[in-house]
């Protein structure tokens, strides 16, 4: 699955590179301390969120977009989306130099809007 914003694609990845992806955002401690999944963990316990992550996707129970710039292609955050019976949790995680730049709202945006179709 993917969509297009006036800046962004936003693109499904497979487990492996959604676990990645993660991986390399919560290295910073800036952005990690923001997610609150990830509140208080050491660096081994990081390893065991992002195999978490992989394990979920590939069970189809967590769905994880790339988020990447159109200007240049650059990868700048990740969209994970957790459904279930009662609604989904949607969460974007965004690397430090991209916060207050509209990007998570405009990424989560079609996101959501395909949640709801």
């Known amino acids: ?3 297009k914003t006036n800046r962004l694609r936003v693109f499904g ?3 492996r590179q959604a676990a990645q992806l993660c991986a390399s955002l919560l290295k ?8 609150p999944w990830m509140n208080g963990k050491d660096a081994k ?4 969120e992002t ?8 069970a189809g129970s967590l769905n994880v977009w790339a988020i990447q710039r159109l200007e240049d292609q650059v990868l700048v955050g990740a969209v994970m989306e957790t459904p279930s ?9 965004l690397g430090r130099q991209y916060w207050n730049l509209g990007y ?3 990424a989560i945006a ?6 709801a179709s």
């Open 1 to 3: 699955m993917e969509f």
């Open 13 to 15: 990845v497979v487990p």
């Open 28 to 35: 910073d401690d800036e952005v990690a301390a923001l997610v």
């Open 45 to 48: 316990e990081a390893g065991q």
């Open 51 to 58: 195999l978490r992550i992989e394990l979920l996707c590939g």
């Open 85 to 93: 019976l009662v609604g989904s949790r949607v969460e974007a995680i």
């Open 104 to 106: 998570s709202d405009e």
């Open 110 to 115: 079609p996101i959501l809007e395909w949640i």
